[in-house]
Nanobody
Framework: QVSLVESGGGLVQAGGSLRLSCAASGRTFGYGMGWFRQAPGKEREFVAAVNWSGASTYYAASVKGRFTISRDNAKKTVYLQMDSLKLEDTAVYYC???????????????WGQGTQVTVSS
């Protein structure tokens, strides 16, 4: 069983930065990882993904160039560096893991509980 715990969310002004972390426990060797978000009244959407080695990353068009996903396999932790934050980035952010070494925009097996990110003007 895999457990994922997100942290690092909070309140930030537009244009600011936040770094989210996702700590995994259990068997995650060889797993691809991703970040998703869900804003109030909207469906959950893909944000970013990274493969097991960290060599391949994928981003939603809305965050490309502003967000960076990375991972430290020794620490079993995935990060999402969010820069130049906009009001529309406000959402609950979820970490996800999949039993495949590749990244994906939509096929994940394990999910965290989420962390709130609020961007203010």
């Amino acid at each position: 069983q895999v457990s994922l715990v997100e942290s690092g969310g909070g309140l930030v002004q537009a244009g600011g930065s936040l770094r989210l972390s996702c700590a995994a426990s259990g068997r995650t060797f060889g797993y691809g990882m991703g970040w998703f978000r869900q804003a109030p009244g909207k469906e959950r959407e893909f944000v970013a993904a990274v493969n097991w080695s960290g060599a391949s990353t994928y981003y939603a068009a809305s965050v490309k160039g502003r967000f960076t996903i990375s991972r430290d396999n020794a620490k079993k932790t995935v990060y999402l560096q969010m820069d130049s934050l906009k009001l529309e980035d406000t959402a609950v952010y979820y970490c996800a893991a999949r039993r495949s070494s590749s990244g994906s925009t939509n096929e994940y097996d394990y999910w965290g509980q989420g962390t709130q990110v609020t961007v203010s003007s």
